[in-house]
Every structure is written in structure tokens, then in C-alpha cells.
């Protein structure tokens, strides 16, 4: 099974995904048994052995197809497209939960503009208390243990609160989790004002009072070969304008210059978007940990999602029985840790890439607004078992807060790339289970 590698769309660092999937037991159900009924396969164990195998593989075609695209797509997409490929090949339309099927289809929708509208709530809180302070470090470091309790808490209650029986966290009173879940946010916010902001406040004032900022002018030879440049292309333009005989150069020529301006204003736009020096020092040692969290969050719904099917392969095998109730191993929970960890260190830097630096400036402190409100979002869906797709509620946040920043902060292009891909993930992830369904079908007996 190479399913692990199918999660590489994941963004930034998802080191500790391992622990996160304590928390994604009632996705992978959601996966295993909402998309289809599994009675009607009930005296045909062999049929939904062999679909299983088809959705992990369907979706990870597609999945390994839109990474190499450079294309963030939904892995929670092409799970339930695969699953739906394999359904209709094995069974027609018999047994797929449309109802369930609809509620998925919503939240797809809705979880980029929930998303969003979070994270460009955090930083309008962020930009009031901190970033518009004529000194803004003191503000931020107050901040400091707050930021640190409430994730630990949110954290903590998500893992024990009616948590995997497998590690008996079910049988934890309400009383003991709210208990465990605040203690420990205590703790840790008393650790973090006691060591971590004398810490932080020293060496944010070293390094930015040992930063030496140039700005020195260009040399003349420079700003020439800068300013001939720029007439030479306006030239160019104007020539093309003039010469292009036929009206379809001349909607191409007005094309291509309508790109660069935009391209330009981009650049400009987001040259503008900066954060203080010490906003840049304070917002990134928080990113540390809300990149924990959004990894949290993300191994608690992608995972999940990735090994729904291998969870109905493994509680046939062992039972025999398509019906067997039962609770996800733990061991397979850890394996689709450690299978999205190694798909991101081979593969994610191509669309970490699309996400981080193409669709939107990210600044620090934009960033952590960015993480931690998809991050929160992913992990109330999946404590409720909605199977959202982490890579929307990611994308949402970047425009969201891009928009905020700035007008034309936003590639809208490659926006409108990033959906096409989005809408064609479930026919496309459907299709390619389909037809290796259509092929591993006639290896089961009848």
C-alpha cells in the first residue's frame, strides 16, 4: 500500500503528524461507512476487498497527478470520489448514502469560507492589539501565553473528549477532560510567562538592534540600465500596438500586456505588505507552534480520510464480516502518520510552493493567523466527524487574509486554477478507481 503518499498537498512542517491521529477516528469511520451502505457486499467480502484497494489507489493517481501540477487539491476529495468509482463499478448506484454524499459536498463549500472568515477575525484582533501599537513586541509578548494556553487546550480537550476507544479515552469523564484540558493550558501559560517571554524579549531587542537596514542608492549605472529597461518594454508595446495587422494579434498583444500589468501591480502591492522587525522575530516563533497545530489538526482529518478504506480492508480480513463493528486500530493510525510525513518531505515542496509564495504574500504575522484559523476549523470538523478538507480551509485563509492586506495581494489566476482542479478531483479520482475496479473485478469469483 503507497496510500501515505498520497496526502503530499499538506503545507509547512507535519513532523508530528504521528500524534495527531488519536484524534481522526470518527473521520475514518465517517469515510469507511458514510459514502456507501456496505450491507449490500455483506455475502461478497472478496468484491469490497478488492474496491478498497481501487479507492486507495484511484486516489492516489490523482492525488500524485495534481502534486506533480504543483495543484493543492482535497485528499478528503479524492478518498469519497475514489469510493464513489469503485461503488458504481461493483454495485451501480445501489447503496451510495446521497444524503451523506450531500452533507460532504457541503462542507466542502462552506469549510474555505468558515476558514476564512476565522483567520481574518484573528488578524483584525492581531493587527488592533499588536500590529498597530507604536511598540508592538510588548502587546505581542503579553500575548505570548495566551496563544500558547488556548491551543493546548483546544488540543488537549479534542484528544480526550469522547477520544479513541482503543486508548480507553471514551471512558474519561466530561469533568476530567475539562480538568486535564485547562490544567494543562495553565501550566503551560505560566511556563511560557516565566521563561519563554524574558527569553524572547531579549533576543528580539538584540537582533533588532544589531539589524542594519541598507539603504544605500542604487549606483547611476544601475538606475540607468533600470530606466532603459523600462522604456525599451514600453516601446516594445507600443510597437506591437502599431505593427500588429490583424484584430486577433492585437487582442493578443492587449492580453499579454493586461498580464503583465496585473503581474506587476501584484509585485508592487505585496513589496508594500511588510511587518516591523520585531513583529517578524515574535510572529514567527509563534508560527512554530501553530504550524504544530495546524499539522495537529491536519493528521486529525487528511489522515483519517486517506485510511477510511484500508481500515474496511483490514476489519474484513480479520472478522470476515463486512457488518463487524469495531474500532480503528491504532498501529493504522500511526501508519498513515508516518505515510503523509514522508509524502511531504519528498514531495511537498512543489506545492508548498503554490501555497506559501504563488497564490498569496505571507507575511509572519498574516501566517499565523492563517494557520491557526484552519487549523482550529479542521479540528472542530473533525471532532464532530465532518470529513472538511484541510487543503480548502488552508487555501481560504491565504485569500482571505491576502484580500485583507491588500487588493491585488491575490494571484486570482491561479485562484481560478487552484477550483478548476478543486471541481474536477472527485469525476477525476472517480474515474481512474473506476477503471482499475474494472480490472481487479474479474479476479473475484463469482
Known amino acids: 500500500m503507497f496510500f501515505g503518499v498520497l496526502n503530499v498537498h499538506t503545507t509547512k512542517r507535519a513532523e508530528c503528524l504521528d500524534v495527531a491521529d488519536v484524534s481522526g477516528s470518527k473521520v475514518s469511520e465517517t469515510i469507511r461507512r458514510g459514502i456507501i451502505d456496505i450491507e449490500p457486499y455483506a455475502n461478497q467480502t472478496q468484491l469490497l476487498l478488492v474496491g ?8 492516489c493517481l490523482w492525488l500524485g497527478t495534481a502534486t506533480v501540477l504543483k495543484m493543492p487539491v482535497s485528499g478528503t476529495h479524492s478518498i469519497v470520489g475514489s469510493t464513489l468509482g469503485f461503488a458504481l463499478v461493483a454495485k451501480g448506484t445501489h447503496g451510495i448514502q446521497w444524503q451523506q454524499l450531500g452533507m460532504i459536498l457541503l462542507s466542502w463549500f462552506t469549510s474555505p469560507l468558515l476558514s476564512g472568515m476565522v483567520s481574518i477575525g484573528i488578524f ?12 508592538p513586541l510588548e502587546p505581542g509578548l503579553r500575548l505570548l501565553p495566551v496563544f500558547y494556553a488556548v491551543t493546548i487546550v483546544i488540543n488537549v480537550f479534542s484528544i480526550f473528549f469522547d477520544g479513541p476507544k482503543s486508548l480507553h479515552f471514551d471512558r474519561i469523564p466530561l469533568w476530567a477532560v475539562l480538568f486535564l484540558s485547562f490544567g494543562s493550558g495553565s501550566v503551560v501559560a505560566i511556563c511560557v510567562r516565566c521563561f519563554i517571554v524574558p527569553w524572547q524579549r531579549r533576543k528580539i531587542l538584540e537582533e533588532v538592534s544589531n539589524l542594519v537596514v541598507d539603504l544605500r542608492p542604487l549606483p547611476a549605472e544601475s538606475q540607468e540600465t533600470i530606466l532603459t529597461e523600462c522604456a525599451v518594454q514600453k516601446i516594445s508595446t507600443i510597437s506591437i500596438s502599431v505593427t500588429s495587422a490583424s484584430s486577433t494579434d492585437l487582442d493578443e498583444a492587449t492580453s499579454e500586456q493586461r498580464t503583465r500589468d496585473n503581474k506587476v501591480n501584484r509585485n508592487e502591492a505585496r513589496s508594500l505588505i511588510t511587518d516591523r522587525p520585531e513583529t517578524v522575530r515574535l510572529f514567527s516563533f509563534l508560527q512554530i507552534l501553530t504550524a504544530t497545530f495546524g499539522a495537529f489538526a491536519h493528521g486529525g482529518n487528511d489522515v483519517s480520510n486517506a485510511i477510511g478504506p484500508l481500515i474496511g480492508i483490514w476489519l474484513v480480513a480479520t472478522s470476515g464480516s463486512v457488518t463487524e463493528e469495531g474500532t480503528t486500530p491504532i498501529w493504522i493510525l500511526l501508519y498513515g502518520g508516518l505515510g503523509i510525513s514522508v509524502g511531504l518531505w519528498v514531495w511537498g515542496r512543489r506545492v508548498i510552493e503554490t501555497m506559501g509564495e504563488d497564490l498569496s504574500k505571507v507575511t509572519a504575522s498574516s501566517g499565523f493567523c492563517i494557520e491557526i484559523g484552519s487549523a482550529l476549523t479542521v479540528l472542530v470538523a473533525s471532532n464532530i466527524g ?15 487574509t491576502g484580500r485583507v492586506r491588500s487588493r491585488d495581494n491575490v494571484d486570482w ?5 487552484i477550483i478548476i482542479t478543486w471541481v474536477l478531483t472527485l469525476p477525476a479520482a472517480a474515474a481512474f478507481s473506476a477503471a482499475i475496479m474494472a480490472g481487479l473485478r474479474h479476479t473475484v469469483p463469482h
Do not use: E, M, W
Open 52 to 59: 478498497n484497494v481501487a479507492t486507495l489507489s484511484g486516489s
Open 124 to 135: 483584525y484582533l492581531i493587527k488592533k492589539v499588536v500590529l498597530q501599537k507604536a511598540d
Open 386 to 400: 465532518l470529513p472538511i478538507s484541510s487543503t480548502h480551509c488552508k487555501v481560504g485563509s491565504i485569500v482571505f
Open 413 to 417: 489566476s491561479l485562484f481560478r486554477n
